[in-house]
C-alpha cells in the first residue's frame, strides 16, 4: 500500500533493486483498494507521521495545482507530477488550497482546531463577553462561527488528494478488528508468539521516520517476505542480488535516484510550510485514532522485521513508530477535550 507522502517512491525502486514487483492490480495508490488486498497473506504498507504526512501532501497539492498568473503548462495527466516545475494541473481542490486557505496547511489547521461551544460558555452571563470571542493565535471569530468553519474545514480536508485518507482507512478492517482493537487475541506488546498465531495475515510497515534507515527497513521486509513465500535459500539469494544491483547501479554508494526522489524536489520541496505548535498539537488530536494505531502496529507487526545489530526485537520498524507516537504523546492525552482548550492550556 502505497500511502501518498509515506515514501512509496523511494520503496519502489528498492522492490526493482531486489528485481521484485507487485503483483499487477494489488498495488495501491493514490487511494486506498481494501477490496483488492482483503485476502491478501503478505502487506507491505509506507507509514509517516500523520501531521507530518498532512503538511507535506497539503503543499504538495498546492505546489502541483494551476495558479491564476502560473507561467508553467497545463497538463491534466501523469506528466505534471513527474514534473511539477514545467506542468501544473488543474487539481478538483485548487481553489480550497489556493483561496480559502492561501496554500498554506496552517490556515486549514486553524479552522481544524477551532473552539466548539462549551455548556458553560452558554450558561455563565458574567462569562459571556470573554467567551463569545476565543482568539487562536491572533484569529478572532465568534463561538458558533467557529464551529461552523471547523465542519467546513474538516470537509475541505476531505477534498484534498493524499490527506482525505487516514491510516485506519488504508488498512483492511480484519487487521483492525482482529489485532488492533481487541488486544485480547494474544498479540500484546510483549507476546512474541504474535507472529505465528496471525499467520493468516502479517503486515510489513516501511516507517518514514527521520533518524531511521528507511531502505534498510524496506530490504529487511521484502527479505521476510520472500522467505515466508519461498525458504531462507531463496531470500539469501535475492539479497546478494540486491547488492549487486546496488552495486551496479550506483558504484559510488547507494543514494536515492532521481526517479526515487519526489518530483517536488524539482521545485524546492513541499515541506518548507510548516505547522505552529498549536495547530501541530490539534491536527495531532485530529488524527489521534491514527496514532493508536500506529503504536498498536508497533506491537503486534514488528515483530516480522529482521532484529537490529543490538538485539532490538522488531529492529527499527518498531524503534521508528514508537519515535512517532512518542513525540506526540503530550498531544494525545485527554483526547475527550477540546482540541483547541486543550493545547491552549499546556502550549
Known amino acids: 500500500m502505497h500511502i501518498g507522502k509515506a515514501g512509496g517512491g523511494h520503496a519502489e525502486e528498492i522492490f526493482s533493486l531486489w528485481n521484485t514487483t507487485i503483483p499487477k492490480g494489488r498495488s495501491c495508490h493514490p487511494n486506498p483498494c481494501v477490496e483488492k488486498i482483503e485476502q491478501s497473506s503478505l502487506i507491505f504498507v509506507t507509514i509517516r507521521d500523520p501531521v507530518d504526512r498532512f503538511v507535506s501532501a497539503f503543499n504538495w497539492r498546492s505546489i502541483l495545482a494551476c495558479k491564476?498568473?502560473?507561467?508553467?503548462k497545463k497538463k491534466n495527466n501523469y506528466q505534471a507530477t513527474k514534473k511539477p516545475n514545467v506542468w501544473c494541473k488543474d487539481v478538483k481542490e485548487?481553489?480550497?488550497l489556493q483561496k480559502k486557505y492561501n496554500n498554506h496547511p496552517d490556515e486549514l489547521a486553524v479552522a481544524i482546531c477551532g473552539r466548539h461551544p462549551t455548556t458553560n460558555d452558554n450558561n455563565d452571563d458574567d462569562n459571556n463577553d470573554?467567551?463569545?470571542?476565543n482568539n487562536i493565535d491572533g484569529i478572532t471569530a465568534n463561538n458558533d462561527d467557529m464551529l461552523m468553519s471547523t465542519t467546513t474545514a474538516e470537509q475541505d480536508l476531505l477534498a484534498i488528494n493524499h490527506v482525505k485518507w487516514t491510516l485506519s482507512q488504508w488498512l483492511p478492517q480484519r487487521i483492525i478488528k482482529r489485532f488492533l482493537v481487541d488486544d485480547t487475541m494474544g498479540g500484546g506488546k510483549n507476546n512474541e508468539s504474535n507472529s505465528s498465531s496471525s499467520s493468516s495475515i502479517r503486515l510489513l510497515p516501511f516507517v518514514n521516520?527521520?533518524?531511521?534507515?528507511?531502505?534498510r527497513q524496506i530490504?529487511?521486509?521484502i527479505r521476510y517476505a520472500i522467505k515466508e513465500q519461498y525458504n531462507e535459500f531463496e531470500a539469501n539469494y535475492q539479497s546478494n542480488v540486491y547488492k549487486q544491483n546496488v552495486i551496479k547501479k550506483f558504484p559510488n554508494?547507494?543514494?536515492?535516484?532521481?526517479?526515487?526522489?519526489?518530483s517536488?524536489?524539482?521545485v524546492g520541496g513541499v515541506d518548507n510550510a510548516k505547522l505552529s505548535l498549536l495547530r501541530e498539537c490539534c491536527m495531532t488530536r485530529y488524527h489521534y485514532k491514527d496514532y493508536d494505531l500506529i503504536q498498536k502496529i508497533s506491537e503486534h507487526f514488528c515483530y516480522n522485521n529482521r532484529d537490529d545489530d543490538n538485539g532490538t526485537k522488531g529492529g527499527e520498524c518498531k524503534q521508528a513508530l514508537e519515535s512517532i507516537y512518542n513525540r506526540r504523546a503530550l498531544y494525545l492525552k485527554n483526547i475527550s477535550i477540546n482540541p483547541f482548550d486543550?493545547?491552549?492550556s499546556i502550549l
Open 130 to 133: 470573554n467567551n463569545d470571542n
Open 94 to 96: 485548487r481553489d480550497i
Open 264 to 266: 517536488s524536489k524539482q
Open 219 to 221: 530490504g529487511n521486509q
Open 342 to 344: 486543550y493545547c491552549s
Open 253 to 262: 554508494g547507494y543514494s536515492v535516484s532521481k526517479t526515487a526522489k519526489h
Open 68 to 72: 491564476e498568473e502560473d507561467i508553467r
Open 209 to 215: 521516520e527521520p533518524g531511521y534507515n528507511f531502505t
